[in-house]
């Protein structure tokens, strides 16, 4: 990795205008292109980005998973940091983030909320469900590969281009997210997961129902056990 390495932020994104140029401005610093992905968006999105001076695209409309793989395809920088655009992550710990990569100790770095904290917490039934799930997921990754990650599913990320690049990706979902991680580590990829604070959710609604948990238990062990 060369010392100054191309940053290209990808921002996947569905009617979360309210705050994406406030997303765009707290980011710009750190980047050298910010590609903007929008799930079809029914607000002044496009507009936005366009004001923005953001590389903009349309996915093809089948969820976050598009949006990040499209966003991966069209990238031109060295490392690749995903950034959602609900207001709930925290753009100062991009440094932290990236450092581990520019100092040639990670080809992925990933980051926790439950080491990090959360004011998104919910301590409903759906909260719990959801927590007791995401430690199920990650103790499913971890009994395979023998880690100790805390948080396979929080979406902040980075990772060099060139590696993401070979880890053809499928999932048009929020499957997206242990996908890469779980193939990274299948390819051998040096990964470091860092804490990192989960704010909530400034803007928007979110598109995670909590049913789809079940479809990622059942995902996840398809890529650890069957996938070739």
Same mark, same amino acid.
């Given at each position: ?16 205008a309210?705050g ?37 695209f349309l ?36 440094? %932290?983030?990236?450092k581990?990569? &520019?100092?040639? =100790? ?6 926790s /909320?439950?080491?990090?904290?959360? #004011?998104?917490?919910?301590?409903d ?7 007791m799930?995401s ?7 971890n009994h395979?590969f ?22 053809s ?18 390819? %051998?990829?040096?990964?470091?997961? &860092?804490?990192? =604070?989960?704010?909530?959710?400034a803007?928007? /609604?979110?598109?995670?129902?909590? #049913? ?17």
């Amino acid at each position: 990795m060369r010392k100054n390495p191309k940053i290209s932020i990808i921002i996947p994104t569905k009617n979360e205008a309210e705050g994406l140029a406030k997303i765009i401005r707290s980011v710009k610093r750190y980047a050298s292109e910010i590609i903007v992905v929008d799930g079809h968006s029914k607000d002044n999105t496009k507009q936005i980005a366009k004001e923005e001076n953001t590389s903009y695209f349309l996915d093809k409309g089948g969820g976050k998973g598009d949006g990040v793989r499209l966003g991966i395809k069209k990238a031109n920088g060295d490392i690749l940091i995903i950034f959602d655009a609900d207001g709930s992550h925290e753009a100062k710990d991009i440094s %932290k983030l990236i450092k581990p990569i &520019i100092e040639d =100790r990670a080809d992925m770095v990933i980051t926790s /909320k439950i080491t990090g904290g959360s #004011f998104d917490k919910r301590l409903d039934f759906t909260g719990v469900l959801r927590s007791m799930g995401s430690d199920f997921l990650c103790f499913m990754l971890n009994h395979k590969f023998k880690t100790n990650f805390t948080d396979i599913l929080y979406s902040f990320r980075a990772i060099k281009a060139s590696q993401a690049k070979k880890l053809s990706l499928k999932s048009h979902d929020f499957c997206i997210e242990h996908e890469m991680l779980a193939k990274a580590l299948k390819k %051998k990829y040096r990964v470091i997961e &860092i804490p990192s =604070r989960e704010k909530k959710r400034a803007w928007g /609604k979110s598109k995670l129902k909590t #049913f789809e948990g079940i479809k990622f238990i059942f995902d996840l062990f398809r890529i650890l056990y069957i996938e070739k």
